[in-house]
């Protein structure tokens, strides 16, 4: 599908002339160190949010320093793997859940499962994996205290679309081998903003990622000591990746994950909430393409409604975005998910 959205083009040039004048926030032409956090075998948002992740290593926009999994099974990490090899990168680091309580779906029958265990004609795997040793990999906060001790100070965007079970532990982290600093002091130091895919502003129904571990969710909410950004569910509602996009713009190649994935996660045709991948993009091309709120207070409620109190000195925003935005932030994940990977040729 072609891609010549004007409106589009006229965005990413006034982010460039933005970010390029915020040279103490972010040089130009630096590649953003991320670090994703995700449920992913839940909803099939969170890979087309891996897959767009992928693409922008591709593009010299990001490192993708670790993959921190907040859903259990081994299935999750094979599928995970999956993705990374066949886009070409399949060294990066991942950490696992352990003991993270309920997380919406059974691994073995939702979509991770089902890609995972799929077979060509000859009962050989239809996709490629490095093989990872599932006991062998680190509990997610553990990765994360190794990622973010090795990085620069104020360098790191974590962007976290699932549970939040993993950031509340890395809270709790002490001081140890790894660093001296404990967990909280680790990401006052290294990590300048938190793009998560989380909460519900417009009603008092609660966002499911934040529901899922009300606990979790109201610590990181009270303690994280730097900037976050909210991408509601309100977002997902008004950006959905199109089913004829999935038919139809993934020939190239005889077998794709993400397009595999889609078929499964539900009856076709469907077009799906993009609620992850806007917590990737604006991790990378800032809020530029959204309208984002002034700082405030994000709290959590007993059953896990979020509510947003303005605030000068708050460290927290959520992004809305109008009609218009929302038909560019489509056109975009088109243009950039139905793409090759460099690891593919011309």
Not at 46 to 61: M, P, Q, R
Not at 139 to 154: E, G, M, T, V
Not at 177 to 186: D, M, R
Not at 222 to 234: F, G, H, M, Y
Request: proline share 6%; net charge negative; aromatic share 10%.
């Amino acid at each position: 599908m072609k891609f010549n959205n004007i409106l589009f083009g006229l965005a990413l040039a006034a982010f460039s002339f933005v970010s390029c004048g915020q040279a103490e926030e972010k040089q130009c032409d630096t590649p953003v160190n991320i670090i994703f956090d995700t449920d992913i075998g839940n909803d099939i948002d969170d890979t087309e949010a891996l897959a767009l992740l992928n693409l922008y290593i591709d593009d010299a926009k990001i490192n993708l320093l670790g993959i921190c999994l907040n859903k259990e099974g081994e299935n999750t990490v094979r599928f995970v793997d999956i993705m990374n090899t066949f886009y070409g990168h399949p060294d990066i680091q991942l950490g696992r859940a352990r003991n993270n309580g309920p997380d919406g779906s059974d691994p073995s029958e939702n979509y991770a499962g089902q890609v995972s265990t799929l077979v060509k004609e000859d009962g050989t795997p239809l996709f490629a994996t490095t093989g990872i040793d599932y006991e062998s990999l680190p509990d997610a906060h553990i990765l994360y205290r190794k990622l973010l001790a090795s990085q620069p100070d104020n360098s790191v965007v974590v962007v976290s679309v699932g549970f939040l079970t993993n950031l509340a532990r890395l809270l709790d982290t002490p001081a140890d081998e790894i660093s001296p600093l404990t967990g909280k002091e680790l990401i006052q130091k290294k990590v300048r903003m938190l793009s998560i895919m989380a909460g519900r502003f417009k009603d008092d129904y609660p966002e499911f990622n934040v529901m899922i571990n009300i606990p979790a969710s109201r610590k990181l909410f009270t303690e994280w000591p730097c900037d976050i950004v909210c991408l509601p569910w309100e977002i997902g509602e008004a950006v959905r990746y199109p089913s004829s996009s999935i038919e139809n713009d993934f020939g190239w190649v005889s077998a794709h994950p993400l397009k595999e994935a889609y078929i499964r996660y539900s009856g076709m045709p469907y077009d799906n909430w993009a609620f992850d991948p806007t917590a990737v993009i604006y991790a990378v091309e800032g809020e530029t393409l959204f309208t984002t709120t002034e700082p405030g207070v994000i709290d959590v409620d007993d059953e896990g409604v979020t509510r947003f109190s303005p605030c000068p000195d708050g460290k927290h925003r959520y992004v809305t975005v109008t009609d218009e935005q929302a038909s560019v932030l489509r056109d975009y994940l088109v243009n950039n998910l139905t793409r090759k990977p460099a690891c593919f040729g011309e």
